[in-house]
């Protein structure tokens, strides 16, 4: 089985986020595991026992969604500024499907949809019971609401986050990138819908000459699959 991996610049901006909300780290800094220069891709423990850290007191999802939101496209690496060079946002979405890679093996994209609206599906390596799953997932949720506003600016994210379990403290926390947001529920799904005709908007980021350069920049940065 390959070992899950996570990219660096994701725990480096947990620890500056957990910094920032006065969370005692000593513990995890001083770990035997923590690597003494954080770049590239780190093994997912690393990230784990950050995000141990960062949780405290507070419900594991939601310290994921908190922190989702301060990750917008700069902290997403060569992905990042490749769809933000994208033509459309189902242009971006499909650039991450392929090469989420680049930045984790932790989790995996699925993007399907018709017509009328567009699902992305989180599928997560990691299982129910370890630490992290829950986290992972809403912070990526609440990357995407983050994301929507720096693609287009003022623009607020209007898409339902179905999540497996119960979302009653998710749904009432007060963040203005969540005010489009509907929650709901399903069993074992954790998942993005949109309007296909808001994936299908042009993007004011759109540079086609420089997402060909990310995407090879992108393809070179794939792991070699074992």
Same mark, same amino acid.
């Given at each position: 089985m390959t070992s899950l991996y996570v990219s660096a610049d994701y725990v480096s901006t947990l620890l500056e986020h957990a910094e920032k909300k006065g969370l005692a780290l000593d513990n995890v800094l001083t770990a035997d595991t923590m690597p003494t220069v954080l770049t590239g891709l %780190?093994?997912?423990?690393v990230m784990a026992a950050v995000i141990h850290a960062c *949780?405290?007191?507070?419900?594991?999802?939601?310290?994921?969604?908190?922190?989702?939101?301060?990750?917008?496209i700069t902290h997403h690496g060569l992905l990042g500024y490749a769809a933000r060079s994208a033509h459309t946002p189902l242009e971006a979405l499909l650039l991450d499907e392929k090469y989420l890679a680049t930045r984790t093996n932790a989790m995996r994209f699925?993007?399907?949809?018709?017509?009328?609206? *567009?699902?992305?599906?989180?599928?997560s390596a990691l299982t129910p019971e370890m630490i992290g799953w829950r986290f992972l997932h809403l912070a990526t949720l609440g990357s995407m609401a983050r994301m929507c506003k720096d693609l287009f600016h003022r623009q607020i994210l209007t898409a339902t986050f179905t999540l497996?379990?119960?979302?009653?403290?998710l749904a009432s926390y007060n963040d203005e990138l969540l005010a489009g947001i509907h929650w709901r529920t399903?069993?074992? %799904?954790f998942s993005m819908t949109v309007a296909a005709s808001m994936l299908s908007a042009i993007l004011p980021t759109?540079?086609?000459?420089?997402k060909q350069l990310l995407i090879g920049q992108c393809e070179a940065a794939m792991p070699a699959a074992n």
């Amino acid at each position: 089985m390959t070992s899950l991996y996570v990219s660096a610049d994701y725990v480096s901006t947990l620890l500056e986020h957990a910094e920032k909300k006065g969370l005692a780290l000593d513990n995890v800094l001083t770990a035997d595991t923590m690597p003494t220069v954080l770049t590239g891709l %780190v093994p997912w423990p690393v990230m784990a026992a950050v995000i141990h850290a960062c *949780i405290g007191q507070q419900d594991e999802a939601l310290a994921g969604l908190e922190f989702g939101l301060t990750l917008g496209i700069t902290h997403h690496g060569l992905l990042g500024y490749a769809a933000r060079s994208a033509h459309t946002p189902l242009e971006a979405l499909l650039l991450d499907e392929k090469y989420l890679a680049t930045r984790t093996n932790a989790m995996r994209f699925r993007v399907m949809g018709d017509k009328d609206n *567009i699902t992305l599906h989180l599928e997560s390596a990691l299982t129910p019971e370890m630490i992290g799953w829950r986290f992972l997932h809403l912070a990526t949720l609440g990357s995407m609401a983050r994301m929507c506003k720096d693609l287009f600016h003022r623009q607020i994210l209007t898409a339902t986050f179905t999540l497996p379990f119960a979302v009653d403290t998710l749904a009432s926390y007060n963040d203005e990138l969540l005010a489009g947001i509907h929650w709901r529920t399903e069993p074992k %799904v954790f998942s993005m819908t949109v309007a296909a005709s808001m994936l299908s908007a042009i993007l004011p980021t759109g540079d086609a000459t420089l997402k060909q350069l990310l995407i090879g920049q992108c393809e070179a940065a794939m792991p070699a699959a074992n």
